[in-house]
């Protein structure tokens, strides 16, 4: 019910997001409508993220997720490394040196024009290897920590981390979600545009001579990942010391760090029944945005039981007339 209330609310963003893409842009109506379907999307996961953590109080067990946060971990072991390799093949002197049928690969699916335009921009940069280096690394550590601070978390007492009532000792690996927080925040800052932050931008960036239906896209999954991602993980060191909120509010940073997990596997494989490099990586943006969030929510959803209590209308406002008549 929560989400599709999110999806309720959600559909008057659509229409201002169109509203401020067709002042500010010269983009046509399709255009538009596909950029603001990725402001769409996370607004309104985040809409029903925010009333199912916020309204009612929680309650768990300890949980064991030994097996699937090993899992995550593994997987974001080869996507940290997979990225590290990625852009030092191609960005790097040794591209030029890598025989063809190993350029090729690490090349599938994207065009010639967008290749060398990819190179000229990152190489007359100044910022390029500052921002190169700060989006992997970045990136990397929120995508490893991740999966062990929500095994912790899970598998932790209350008592451990505290709960509405009262806030709970950090312990001693509480830095653990301090690096967390922090390289949330650095792996959104150099998602975004701003220069020197804006390797996943450019990244993303079709050349001239590409720009075809999905040349807003890009910048906006990019600058829509950068504010959920900011806004979720300062939510999360909020509330760090109340053990349900965080480890809610912790599935929901990784949800949205998940978004870099799931791309490049969706990426080849809508590749192969998709026409074009922009058709693959279009979908590829909105179904790892789409799973990445809602997947994250639904399992905070079953990973904690809510305690309901009477709506405050019915205890304190309109449906409590009678009983305060009664009391007189």
């Not at 190993?102 to 000229?120: D, F, K, R």
């Not at 990426?267 to 029944?273: P, V």
Request: charged share 10%; proline share 5%; with cysteine.
């Amino acid at each position: 019910m929560s989400l599709s209330y999110g999806f309720v609310v959600g559909a008057p963003g659509l229409r201002v997001f169109w509203a401020v893409y067709g002042v500010l842009t010269t983009y046509t109506m399709v255009q538009i409508n596909q950029a603001a379907v990725m402001w769409f999307i996370p607004f309104m996961v985040l809409t029903a993220s925010l009333y199912t953590s916020l309204s009612h109080t929680k309650k768990s067990d300890p949980i064991d997720c030994t097996t699937p946060c090993m899992v995550l971990f593994i997987a974001g072991l080869c996507t940290s490394a997979f990225a590290v390799l990625y852009f030092i093949l191609r960005f790097t002197d040794l591209a030029t040196a890598l025989p063809p049928a190993l350029l090729s690969v690490v090349n599938y699916g994207i065009p010639p024009s967008i290749q060398e335009h990819q190179a000229a921009v990152f190489a007359s940069r100044d910022n390029g290897l500052f921002s190169a280096v700060g989006f992997v690394l970045s990136w990397s550590v929120a995508l490893l920590l991740g999966p062990v601070l929500l095994c912790r978390y899970l598998a932790s007492e209350m008592k451990d981390f505290g709960t509405e009532q009262g806030p709970g000792r950090e312990g001693p690996g509480a830095w653990m979600g301090y690096l967390f927080f922090a390289a949330s925040m650095c792996a959104a800052m150099f998602s975004t545009s701003f220069v020197p932050f804006s390797f996943a931008y450019f990244l993303g960036r079709p050349a001239p001579d590409e720009l075809t239906f999905y040349k807003a896209l890009p910048f906006t999954v990019w600058e829509t990942k950068a504010f959920c991602l900011m806004l979720k993980a300062c939510l999360f060191m909020v509330y760090r010391r109340d053990k349900h909120r965080a480890c809610e509010w912790l599935l929901h940073t990784y949800g949205d760090i998940a978004f870099l997990l799931l791309l490049f596997p969706l990426f080849i494989t809508l590749h192969t029944i998709m026409p074009t490099f922009q058709d693959a990586m279009a979908h590829a943006y909105v179904l790892a945005q789409l799973l990445g969030e809602v997947g994250a929510y639904i399992c905070a959803i079953y990973m904690f039981n809510p305690e309901f209590h009477q709506v405050s209308a019915h205890l304190n406002g309109l449906f409590n007339l009678g009983a305060k008549k009664k009391q007189n």
